[in-house]
């Protein structure tokens, strides 16, 4: 490879509430061009959940209840049939795990309705997924020294969800220094290159 391109990884290292955004190259279907939300990162293992990856066609009740502009995410390849939400309103949603800043994962989903009933909450303020990522004890790590990913902490994790989900890798990239704008450059099929 062209030293100039050369893949470059920060020294970040993985925790919760930071994000893994995976290497331009990477071919995975689940996982391609994905920025990951990491919800707990400990020694017993890690998870989070794809922030970038909008479900299409997707029709259920919840759906038709939230109306116009919301979507639901593709969280990850684990447990695709339940629903997780995250959430920026511990004053309306009662419960949830903090995970940093005012980010919180779950919590009393009938307080969620609610306050979507009620119109006491945004678009920009809570994420629906179907799915989850997870990484047994001592995998990510793994997948960190392979060069899957790279890991950023959020440069403001209140406005994370107001980034447009199509533009947010390239977004979050920038956000990893000038080794990195590189990354933006490279087509997503690499036999295009």
């Known amino acids: 490879m062209n030293e100039m391109f050369e893949i470059k990884y920060n020294a970040i290292q993985p925790a919760t509430g930071r994000l893994l955004i995976s290497e331009p190259l990477l071919q995975d279907k689940y ?3 994905t920025v990951i ?53 511990p004053d309306l949603i009662r419960g949830g795990d903090h995970i940093v800043g005012n980010m919180y994962w779950g919590g009393n989903v009938d307080d969620l309705l609610d306050t979507i009933e009620d119109e006491k909450i945004s678009v ?35 406005e994370l969800f107001s980034i447009p989900h199509d533009k947010l890798w390239r977004k979050i990239v920038y956000t990893l220094g000038k080794d990195y704008y590189f990354w933006n450059l490279l087509p997503t099929d690499p036999q295009l290159n």
């Open 31 to 33: 996982f391609q061009r």
């Open 124 to 158: 920009n303020d809570f994420r629906l997924f179907s799915g989850y990522s997870g990484w047994g004890p001592g995998q990510l790590e793994r997948e960190l020294s392979e060069n899957t990913w790279a890991v950023a902490i959020p440069p403001n994790i209140d």
């Open 37 to 89: 939300l990491l919800v707990d990162h400990s020694k017993e293992g890690s998870f989070g959940v794809i922030i970038n990856k909008v479900l299409e066609g997707v029709s259920t009740e919840l759906f038709e209840l939230l109306g116009a502009g919301f979507y639901l995410y593709f969280g990850g390849p684990v447990d695709t049939k339940s629903i997780f939400f995250i959430h920026k309103r």
